[in-house]
């Protein structure tokens, strides 16, 4: 394989401090890898043996875990799901700041108002309990009609926590993808904000 430009350099200063045809003497330098050069000879992935069903595609995993799929932290076993791991965070940082929404007022976008992980924890508490109380069974899908905006996490964290299927809707996409995406996955339920609501509602009289 062709020295790259680095180690071409590297070795033109090496002639110039030590004897070439001492073949016993050391390299009086040392090149450091860059950020791009590491990621290329050491890789954060590694291509499977495998191809994807459809296409030319390579399957990647783990550089870390080539042989198996990564289930859990060294440091900490007991997580092994999303759910998991957001309960430990409220368990060690329930006061801390998790969520924030910049407050407008009279068009002027003001300071953050901020929602604590134990916060975010009974909201997704009363969700998923809601969700159970009107007769949801675990594994339906349940459509996300939001923006960026605290309620989509909180949300999704309620249907990590009871076994349910988040959809995302994207408005973006326009009334006839989001439609298609609702009736494909068989979507149970819809959240959304009130401006939407008309717009939710439309989808299900259709």
């Given at each position: 394989m062709e020295d790259s430009p680095a180690q071409r350099?590297?070795?033109?200063?090496?002639?110039h401090l030590i004897n070439s045809n001492d073949t016993d003497a050391q390299s009086q330098i040392?090149?450091?890898?860059?950020?791009?050069?590491?990621?290329?000879s050491q890789s954060y992935s590694v291509v499977?043996?495998?191809?994807?069903?459809?296409?030319?595609?390579?399957?990647?995993?783990?550089?870390r875990s080539p042989l198996q799929l990564v289930t859990k932290f060294p440091n900490h076993p007991e997580i092994r799901t999303l759910?998991?791991?957001?309960?430990?965070t409220v368990e060690t940082f329930p006061d801390y700041k998790y969520l924030g929404t910049r407050i407008r007022v009279d068009g002027t976008v003001?300071?953050?108002?901020?929602?604590?992980?134990?916060?975010?924890?009974t909201a997704r508490q009363?969700?998923?309990?809601?969700?159970?109380?009107?007769?949801?069974?675990?594994?339906?899908?349940?459509?996300?009609?939001?923006?960026?905006?605290?309620?989509?996490?909180?949300v999704d964290h309620a249907c990590s926590?009871?076994?349910?299927?988040?959809v995302p809707l994207y408005d973006t996409l326009g009334p006839d993808a989001v439609k298609y995406v609702v009736n494909h996955a068989e979507i149970q339920a819809i959240f959304c904000v009130?401006?939407?609501?008309?717009?939710?509602?439309?989808?299900?009289?259709?």
């Open positions: 350099r590297l070795e033109a200063i090496q002639c040392q090149h450091n890898l860059t950020a791009g050069n590491f990621v290329h499977l043996p495998e191809k994807l069903q459809t296409g030319k595609w390579n399957v990647y995993r783990s550089a759910h998991d791991n957001f309960i430990r003001g300071e953050y108002k901020w929602m604590t992980y134990g916060e975010a924890s009363a969700i998923g309990s809601g969700l159970r109380c009107y007769g949801l069974m675990k594994g339906v899908c349940i459509g996300l009609y939001f923006i960026n905006r605290p309620e989509w996490l909180i926590a009871y076994s349910y299927i988040s009130p401006q939407t609501l008309n717009m939710v509602r439309s989808l299900s009289a259709s």
